[in-house]
């Protein structure tokens, strides 16, 4: 491993509009040694794309500073940023995730790449507004945010920061690599490792083409998962609710044996019975839900599955595996 190389992770995923632009800006950059392209199970063509440009510069007697890691199918982002960061661990000193629709400028890795230089071991950049997102996008990602640091002790997350374009030093990434849960969300393992960390302020474009593949539905799938992998507070919660609706139970218990007593035998009336009885099985059920949630969890982390499979592994226009 070079001691000062600096090699840059970019996980693809139906990026056929944007991809060589991409790799163009990205290879320009000072300081940017290699570019690793995680290939995240594409239905269009951005492969070939890939190959098409390194299969170009090689024609012309370039040398070209890229690898493809080709997966055999979608595995989601954050095993293809696993699959990035398990590439490089052993082959550079520091390791720069962005994501490769162009929405995170990569001129600002000239900058990172400072930062990391001057001493800091993680520097993240943070968006400094959100224009380009809709107002509920907005309004559902600051609750989220405060939510989860409400929820979590051990680490706070930074509004904005996340790991569209982060720098890891090698010690960074060897502790990233190292933590192999299936449910992974890297923007809290980040934090947790502890690493002395550096923001730098960016302001997000619009995409040039194409559109995101994060919906609304994976979008908050994804926001369970940072919960449920750094608290487990929904469990207490829900102890904590049992414990409150049987004291109530048992002082509603006590005032109607106490009017039996007084008044003589109550005829229970059928609505305040059933509201009762399907009250207390939502919360029956709520609970099971979040209960099964965890144990789900660990039902997939005992199987130990690999997070991703390559395919194939692209140097250039030569095929490597």
Known sequence: MASEQVWVVAACFNEEAVITRFIERVLVVPGVDHLVLIDDGSRDATVQQIRDFLTQRRSQGLLVPVTLLELTRNFGKEAAMLAGLDHVRERCAAAVLIDSDLQHPPELIEAMVAE???????????RDDRDQESRLKVLSASWFYRVFNKMVDSIQLREGAGDQLI??????????????????FFKGLMPWTGYRAVALPYQRVKREAGSTSW????????????????????????TGLGLMVSSFSLLYAFVIALRTL????????????????????GIQLIGIGVLGDYIGR????????????????????????
């Open 298 to 321: 660990i039902y997939i982390d005992v199987k130990r599955r690999p997070h991703y499979f390559v395919r194939a592994v692209h140097q250039g226009s030569e095929l490597l595996r």
């Open 167 to 184: 720098l890891l030093d090698a010690a960074a990434v060897k502790a990233i690599t190292s933590m192999r849960e299936s449910s992974r």
């Open 215 to 238: 919906s609304p539905l994976k979008l908050f799938g994804y926001a369970i998962d940072g919960i449920f992998s750094f608290s487990v507070l929904p469990l207490r919660v829900w």
């Open 116 to 126: 990391w230089r001057a001493g800091a071991e993680v520097v993240s950049a943070v």
């Open 262 to 281: 007084l008044f003589g035998r109550d005829v229970p009336g059928y609505a305040s019975l059933m509201g009762a009885v399907l009250f207390l099985g």
